[in-house]
């Protein structure tokens, strides 16, 4: 264990045990992570960490290495693909495997949108492995806007079946995971078709491949869409399909009916799988951003650089800029902890109300859903680049670790759901119970109390330690940017302008406010959530002190906002500043000790700089050596240096 390491844990003022069976929910959930971990660690396949040094076919067949071990392993232990303990193994795999679309969202939909007759046909098929599906929604020529997609599927009453059409290049089916190679079925989104009639987008299950040789079938054109920024072990592919007939019976009918048309009570209800992924995300988010500062914090009390005074060259954990760079991304993990917790609480509540057969909470979990989604994976990634930046040189190498999670990361901000798209319809979510306060929910009840002007009662640094006030201070800067937004709607449409022209007109100010406005809830979930939890008073100390960071660290981020809103002013502005500064200087000493607390196994980190032990510089060179190109003494391409060299210019 390297010296500084060992120094900065013997410093800690609280029991990183106590913290890391907090996060986990129990002593016994984080026993059970552990031994699942153990389980996927100790199999070499999952501990190849030399995916920068190989081709990407090597990456997609190592991708099905690994999910042939996962499934094994599951198989062994009798994890069901539903079960939070697989959900824990995906994470540990980054959920970077080619088969994770069949898992997180091809059976989810079968299992959310079929009959029981549909659900007990496909779903021991697919759960068994027996079949392998995607999810295949977006379009080449359309994504975000599901009500344009082309994919048709027209209902032939003679032969009671569907026929499966991509009418146009940009009907082609394009991006979704497993679709290029891996799988042979696909739950296909396609615009049903019945009686010359139109009845909107439906849910088809579609096969692609034979079972026998994994060839395309007749009318099938599937390929994988090429390289991009991450996910290199997933397929993400493309699929035409000419006039593919299925049976009436593959489509997903436990909402609508095809034959003499029954449309669903709520059409949105065959948008249900994609809201349950947007509230995976929002714990991922914690994840990803608890993973990177695991790692810039670790090497920051290790990577030793110049001066602060003469002769005493310290740890870069020492400088304050560098705490304030990294500091508020622990903050801010924990916050997304937090708030990962409650959306999975209120999904499962809305789950089992449409499982009874209400469907009315569905535009409240999507309005909230689609909100956070957004926040906290913009958030993440920009954190995850803080954090890499805050290593210098070495947090640009792949040795680093930054490059695995930052390049699958950065999709979260288009996949399921382009964040601007979800911010938008957040907030069509909240401007109509800004409207209609009396139906706000939980989350939104600061709306239906009457708007009245509020200002600071802070005088001191010690008033922006209070939960209360602090909570307070972002509600008002909410209100502020939905009020003033609700009055600029009003008045373009008051001056002859539509509801979706006025709508276009104040999008910018209508972002503004649903930021504020999920930034208010995850300072107060966050508050409220520390504030229900039993921990030692060392604990709570540590635990107060991130939680005043993060929010008085928004303030401060976004002081504009609070200024505008008239509830602060400059010099209270001042004192959070203040604060900020004196927070830094309390949380330093456990800084390391809660980065330990998140408990990242270095073989999920893959980290030369993040390692447990610290030991980066004996890492980094034994990495480096891992390079292709060092496998001789005199590379092979000598042959142009040796022209370029002896060349006359
Ligand atoms: C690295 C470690 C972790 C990695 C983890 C990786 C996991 C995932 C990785 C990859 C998987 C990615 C899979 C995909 O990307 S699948 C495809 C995702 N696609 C989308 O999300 C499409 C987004 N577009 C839409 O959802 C819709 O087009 C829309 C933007 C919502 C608009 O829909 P529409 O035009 O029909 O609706 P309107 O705007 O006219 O009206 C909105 C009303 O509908 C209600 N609504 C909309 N969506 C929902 C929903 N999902 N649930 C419930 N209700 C919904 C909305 O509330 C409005 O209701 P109102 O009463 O106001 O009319
Ligand atoms: C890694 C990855 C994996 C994926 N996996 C799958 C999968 O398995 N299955 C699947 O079906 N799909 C998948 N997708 C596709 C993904 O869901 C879509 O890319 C996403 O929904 C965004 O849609 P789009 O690409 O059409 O973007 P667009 O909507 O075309 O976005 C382009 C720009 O237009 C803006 N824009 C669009 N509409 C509006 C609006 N109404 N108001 C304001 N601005 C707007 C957006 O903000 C954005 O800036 C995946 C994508 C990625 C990157």
Redesign the pocket.
Known sequence: MDAPLLKERERATFNVTELIHLLNGSEEETKRRKELESWLYNNPVFRQDDRYQISREEVYERGLQKTRELVNLCRRKNIKFDSLDFARLN?ST??ELPFF?HV??FIPTIRGQGTEEQKRKWLPLAEDLKILGT?A??ELGH?????GLETKATYDVSSREFIVNSPTITSMKW?P?GLGKTCNYAVIAAQLYTKGKCYGIHMFIVQLRSLEDHKPLPGVTIGDIGNKYGFHTVDNGFLRLDNVRIPYENMLMRYAKACDYIPPV?P?IN??T??S?RV??VK?AS??LAAASTIAIRYSAVRHQTEIRPGEEPPVLDYITQQFKLFPQIATAIAFHFAGDYMHRIYDKVQSEIFDGHLSA??E???ISAGLKAFTTDTSIAGVEICRRACGGHGYSNASGFQR?YE??L??AT????NT?MYL?AA??LF?CYDNPKEAPETMSYLRYPQNKMEWNVKSADDVSNYATLITAFEQRALSKISSTAKKLKNLTHYGMNRNDAWNAASVDILHSIKAHCHYFIVKNYMQSLNHLKMSSPLRQVMTAVALLYANYGIDEHAGDFLESGFMNGKQINLVRAKILQLLKEIRVNAVAIVDSFDFDDRFLRSALGAYDGNVYNRLFKWAKLSPLNKTEVHSSYKYLRRILQSKL
């Open positions: 994470i980054l959920e679309l997180i969202m999810y929604q977006t994504g975000t806007f599901l009500r991006w995971g709520n949105k948008y249900g994609m809201t992924i995976d995300l991922d994840v990803i569905i535009t979990l999507h309005g999670f699958n990361w999709g979260s996949y399921e759901g382009e798209v319809q069509r979510y109509k």
